[in-house]
């Protein structure tokens, strides 16, 4: 039986409690669902600025008292932004969770968006979008998803783009809070060494009065586009990213994919892993990862090589996929890779800010908590012939995409 605690204020904010008696620190999440999926085409990177921007006063704090009151205090503050939630976070000691949450909520309902400020922080994001262009392993990863997904809007970027970012105003960013930032969307979410009754008495008195309505829909499916997509860049390496279309996050198939995944390169004993790097050194890391999200998901292997390297690289990928579409992979195989992902789960939530993390996307995406024996269960039910068919859906070479950044002659 889980401990954790759930209320559902009377304006529709939730608050997610789960009490661990032994610890001395709490991970406090104030999470908003909305994301670059949720922007206009007029919009894209206004969430993620928006993110910094609440980091920069309110009413009552400036950016310094802002930092000072949970950092001063022994805690540590940060947030970041996906394509389908925002969350604001602090890990404080156990003390010093309400005034952790009073900090938090303060940043969501009260930032000033001062139009200095925002001009200043635009700066800070275009210095980011060109930080991220400067390194290829990561570019690489966005790159891959919008050539895949292209104008879907689970394709853009969530950093935006130099125009879009730049064109925002006050009123813009106010617009965009007032349309998503709802009490609906809006979920605290507290794991660590406190009383739930105080941490619902402090939500009740700062939460409780966020306007409520809101109106959300999940967009298509997003249906990826294959082909091979090189930008000639004058790096040492070539990096690469190579995927498919996966499961959403309400397909039963993510467990499948979550073993498929782990199997083909989630870990050092993976097959990609094993195979490209450590009987061949052929890269120095290869690996592999799922993403899912309410409408869909991908599948990517991901990698840096030389230029000399990248064409064997590439077979030995397209090796290990039609290997497991027409083999499979074994029992013994199957029940180790099973092994790695659960010892994975429950080693995580040794942490606060793991069981606070996966109580909050339980909710947000669920709305219901999802216990850690239900997740086990699913995973101990996924079968050989599981993999084998999911293998046979999603890896063939007509449906896979490349997207490589490196020092390619035109």
């Known amino acids: 039986m889980s401990d954790i605690v759930k209320y559902t204020l009377d304006n529709g904010v939730r608050v997610l409690v789960e009490p661990v008696g032994h610890v001395k620190s709490a991970a406090i999440g104030l999470w908003c669902k909305t994301g670059s999926r949720h922007e206009f085409d007029s919009e894209a990177g206004i969430t993620h600025l928006i993110e910094h921007m609440l980091f920069k006063g309110t009413d009552s704090r400036t950016a310094k008292d802002i930092a000072e009151e949970i950092e001063g205090r022994g805690g540590s503050l940060n947030a970041f932004t996906d394509k389908e939630s925002t969350c604001y976070y602090c890990r404080t000691l156990s003390d010093d969770a309400e005034n952790g949450i009073e900090v938090l909520s303060d940043m969501m ?64 960013i106010r617009d965009y809070m007032d349309r998503r930032y709802r009490a609906e969307n809006v979920v605290l979410s507290v794991a660590g060494n406190v009383a739930p009754e105080r941490v619902l008495k402090t939500a009740e008195s700062i939460l409780g009065k966020i306007p409520h309505t809101t109106q ?116 013994e195989e199957l029940e180790r890779t099973k092994r790695h992902l659960k010892g994975n789960m429950v080693l995580a939530l040794e942490g606060m800010s793991s069981r606070m993390m996966r109580m909050s996307k339980n909710e947000l995406h669920h709305g219901r908590e999802i216990p850690l024996e239900e997740t086990i269960a699913k995973l101990d039910a996924v079968s050989a012939d599981d993999i084998y068919r999911l293998a046979g859906k999603i890896l063939p070479e007509s449906l896979i995409s490349t997207t490589a950044i490196g020092s390619f002659e035109a």
């Open 109 to 172: 309902l009260h930032s000033l968006i001062d139009p200095e400020e925002l001009s200043r922080e635009q700066g800070v994001v275009l210095e980011e979008i060109k930080r991220s262009e400067d390194e290829p392993g990561d570019h690489v990863h966005d790159l891959h998803i919008h050539n895949r997904w292209g104008d879907h809007p689970l394709g853009k970027p969530i950093i935006g783009t130099p125009e879009s970012v730049s064109s925002f105003k006050q009123q813009h």
């Open 216 to 331: 959300d829909s999940q967009p298509a499916r997003p249906i990826g586009k294959a082909g091979k997509f090189l930008e000639s860049k004058d790096v040492e390496q070539v990096h690469f990213c190579i995927g498919t279309d996966g499961t959403s996050i309400y397909d039963e198939d993510i467990y499948v994919l979550a073993v498929l995944d782990s199997a083909l390169g989630g870990s050092m004993s993976s097959r990609l892993f094993q195979e490209i790097r450590e009987k061949r050194g052929l890269v120095y890391s290869v690996g592999s990862y799922s993403l899912s999200y309410g409408a869909g998901g991908a599948f990517t292997v991901y990698g840096g090589t030389s230029p000399e390297n990248w064409p064997l690289v590439q077979e030995l990928v397209r090796t290990e996929f039609d290997k497991v579409i027409k083999d499979g992979i074994g029992l």
